[in-house]
């Protein structure tokens, strides 16, 4: 076996990615993610070929998250990347039924979804038990993921995936049981770590 070095550019961002691949033979596809804007790429050798790498299967995700103004540009750059992955996230936002309360609309979308995502952000701040202080999300998301784990995880068997931001308390269910990685703002952007989106990746499959 030999090992092969492939270098192209990501076509949305333009980010050079180098791979040193191990083979036999001239693999028909390379399948990667771009490290710098997380789309996920096919890299094609033989036609010295890079697309951006569409999803055949599709999944749905109740999608928990914070819904203040000051969230909507973290929320604007997820949703459409993990749509990449062939996830459709859904959030009781866009629940336009006026009779359920939002706890009911939580419960459905959980139920109704294949899997759980979610998206915590800086919402105040709060002295930890070294009192030294520290950040929380809104309390309602720390209700939705108990929800999520009760309800979809350990009765349905439905995976949750979370990304919370950087010095925010991801709560013990986090913690604990679901593949919970960290980002951090930067500049109308996010820095995700990229584990992140490989497990969602391997998650839809191709």
Not at 78 to 107: C, H, M, N
Not at 115 to 138: E, M
Not at 175 to 192: F, N
Request: a positive charge; aromatic letters at 12%; hydrophobic letters at 35%.
């Amino acid at each position: 076996m030999s090992v092969t070095r492939y270098e192209f550019n990501c076509p949305n961002c333009n980010q050079h990615i180098i791979i040193d691949h191990i083979q036999t033979f001239t693999p028909l596809e390379i399948q990667t993610i771009c490290n710098q804007c997380y789309f996920p790429l096919s890299f094609y050798p033989q036609q010295n070929e890079t697309k951006i790498r569409a999803k055949t299967k599709r999944k749905t995700a109740f999608l928990i998250h914070s819904a203040k103004d000051n969230d909507k540009y973290p929320l604007d750059w997820f949703r459409p990347l993990v749509e990449l992955y062939g996830v459709s996230t859904r959030i009781i936002e866009e629940d336009a039924r006026t009779q359920p309360d939002w706890l009911q609309k939580s419960i459905d979308g959980i139920k109704s979804s294949d899997c759980t995502l979610v998206f915590l952000t800086k919402r105040y701040k709060y002295y930890k038990k070294d009192g030294t202080l520290g950040w929380k999300a809104p309390d309602k998301c720390y209700n939705e993921i108990a929800m999520a784990f009760a309800l979809g995880t350990v009765l349905g068997g439905k995976q949750m995936f979370a990304l919370v931001e950087n010095d925010v308390d991801p709560g013990n269910v986090l913690e604990a049981r679901a593949w919970c990685y960290r980002m951090e703002r930067q500049d109308k952007t996010v820095k995700s770590d990229m584990k992140f989106f490989d497990k969602l990746d391997k998650y839809t499959g191709v």
